[in-house]
């Protein structure tokens, strides 16, 4: 019989640590103690710089004012991802955090949209009708202050990683965590139930808890060390294995997007802050060399390398449990997925608050692990299948890397929905799944994918007002463009300069 679960010892202070010890707190403190250990020796991965919009909503859980944490972790504000030589060398498309248009009763824009360029021959595309990707392309950024779903402006952040970590670390030790520095080298587990009971540091010190999160990165210190949990391979459809990692000078004009540019064997990413841009390449080592690698990463930068490489090996994939007992594997001991699309640290506030609600109170109950785990692995999965759409959705005939991925099997899951859309216009959010319709639309539409019909739903308007609402959906939509700042006027603005 498991105790009540008075105290959390957290294991590792990178951005995983730092959120789960800082969510728990936040909301459990009064009811447990959290103590988190990290080691200065060991240090953190150091990337992990994009972001996706639901970041906002763990900032305002955590009392973060928007302008504090600005400045403090020189963040810049990002409204899209602009992809790069994805379906072809020399094109590009946007994922934006917007949607296109406006969303009618059972019927998504793009349907009208279709229905307009199939019978009126209408050349305008669905980031015509996006206001992210026009404030984006204009390098213009604001607040809009509007009940009018139409005039949304979704968006996340770009910030340093370390700024950060040490951002959360002060919030975390302002509501009473612990911080203990100290690397660990034994772990002890009970002998008749196999939980862990406390991790012995170097010093000889001991650190005793209920629920242990393990935050220790690749090594998954408990996870897969002690526990043995076992690893779910995915790099048979995600085969890039390998980044390197340099910073560069800033940029006259801070973009407000990520930019992911596809090289021959990976791609690279390309993530704008306030004092340098972050860089860095994603590859495969059975197409590149490390050298290869880094020499393609350094040709390709726009500004000053400032920094020495950092190279990172990296298996895609994910604890087969990421809750083991009384272990909850979070952040990159839990698995990974490539940043492509800016998912992990968003994966991290996820594990946190499903910890929150399944929160073992009474003691660690077999049905509260296994509904935790059903959850992670269905996000995780669906996280894979929308990555893995970027790479196999191509038409590059330049690279065998390209060629292989084209010609793979791919999940069912993914298959079923790349049909759906190519036969009939329609897009199905699973339940849960992180990315809305017009995440899918827009990334289905940028790697070349033509629906061959729409939904007859988008028949209900009539021929004659087709172009005038189409015509009227682009002026609204354009109209905030010209009156918004810059994006760095306004962050200046923000942040008191
Ligand atoms: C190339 C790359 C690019 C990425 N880009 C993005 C991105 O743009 N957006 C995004 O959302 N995510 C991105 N990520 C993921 C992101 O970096 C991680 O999700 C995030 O940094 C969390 O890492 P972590 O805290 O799990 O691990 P780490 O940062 O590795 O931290 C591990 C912690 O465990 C401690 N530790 C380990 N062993 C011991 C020990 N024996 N004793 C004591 N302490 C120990 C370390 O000291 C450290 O504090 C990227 C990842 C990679 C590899």
Redo the contacts with the bound molecule.
């Keep these: 019989m498991m105790n009540k679960i008075k105290k959390v010892v957290v294991?590792?202070?990178?951005?995983?640590?730092?959120?789960s010890a800082s969510v728990v707190k936040k909301v459990l403190g009064d009811f447990v103690d959290v103590e988190l250990?990290?080691?200065?020796?060991?240090?953190?991965?150091?990337?992990?710089?994009?972001?996706?919009p639901p970041i906002r909503l763990l900032n305002n859980m955590l009392g973060l004012s928007e302008a504090d944490f600005v400045r403090e972790t020189k963040a810049s504000f990002k409204l899209a991802i602009k992809f790069e030589n994805w379906r072809v060398k020399g094109e590009s498309y946007y994922h934006t955090f917007g949607a296109p248009g406006k969303t009618y009763a059972f019927c998504h824009f793009h349907h009208l949209l279709k229905r307009a360029q199939m019978e009126l021959g209408d050349t305008s595309n669905v980031w015509d009708y996006d206001l992210n990707y026009l404030c984006a392309e204009a390098g213009k950024f604001g607040h809009i202050k509007t009940k009018d779903p139409v005039l949304e402006l979704p968006y996340a952040y770009?910030f340093d990683?370390g700024l950060y970590?040490k951002f959360l670390r002060k919030l975390s030790e302002s509501m009473g965590v612990v911080r203990t520095e100290?690397?660990?080298?034994h772990v002890e587990q009970n002998q008749e139930t196999g939980f862990i009971e406390s991790?012995i540091?170097?010093s000889g010190q001991k650190v005793s808890g209920d629920l242990f999160i393990d935050?220790?990165?690749?090594?998954g210190?408990l996870i897969q060390q002690k526990l043995n949990t076992g690893y779910e391979d995915w790099t048979h459809w995600l085969p890039c294995d390998r980044?390197?990692?340099v910073p560069s000078e800033r940029f006259e004009n801070t973009l407000p997007y990520?930019r992911a540019i596809a090289h021959d064997a990976g791609w690279q990413?390309r993530?704008p802050l306030q004092h340098r841009n972050?860089n860095?390449l994603?590859y495969s080592s059975h197409h590149y060399t490390d050298e290869q690698a880094l020499d393609t990463l350094l040709s390709n930068l726009d500004s000053t390398a400032i920094g020495d490489p950092n190279f990172?090996k990296?298996r895609t994939g994910r604890a087969r449990k990421q809750w083991n007992k009384n272990v909850i594997a979070?952040?990159?001991?839990?698995g990974?997925l490539?940043?492509l699309e800016?998912?992990?640290?968003?994966?991290?506030q996820s594990a946190a608050t499903r910890l929150l609600q399944l929160f073992p109170h009474n003691g660690i109950d077999q049905k509260l692990v296994d509904q935790y785990n059903l959850e992670s692995q269905r996000e995780y999965e669906q996280i894979r299948d929308f990555i893995i759409l970027h790479y196999h959705v191509n038409e590059r005939e330049d690279t065998m890397f390209w060629k292989d991925l084209r010609n793979m099997d791919v999940p069912e899951s993914l298959t079923h929905k790349i049909e759906l859309y190519r036969a009939n216009g329609r897009i199905f959010r699973e339940q849960n799944d992180l990315f809305l319709e017009p995440s899918w639309l827009q990334v289905m539409l940028g790697q070349g994918i033509e629906a061959k019909d729409y939904s007859p739903i988008a028949k209900t308007i009539a021929r004659d007002n087709l172009d005038g609402l189409l015509r009227s959906l682009r002026t609204v939509k354009n109209d905030p463009v010209p009156k918004l700042s810059t994006h760095d006027q306004f962050i200046e603005k923000l942040c008191g300069r």
Excluded at 342 to 348: N, P
């Design positions: 294991v590792g202070g990178g951005t995983a640590g730092w959120i250990v990290e080691s200065d020796a060991v240090g953190t991965v150091g990337v992990g710089e994009a972001t996706i770009h990683a970590a100290g690397f660990i080298e991790v540091l170097k935050c220790s990165g690749f090594r210190l980044a390197v990692a990520t990413w993530i972050g860095g994603v990172i990296f979070v952040g990159l001991a839990s990974f490539e940043p800016s998912t992990s640290i968003h994966l991290i």
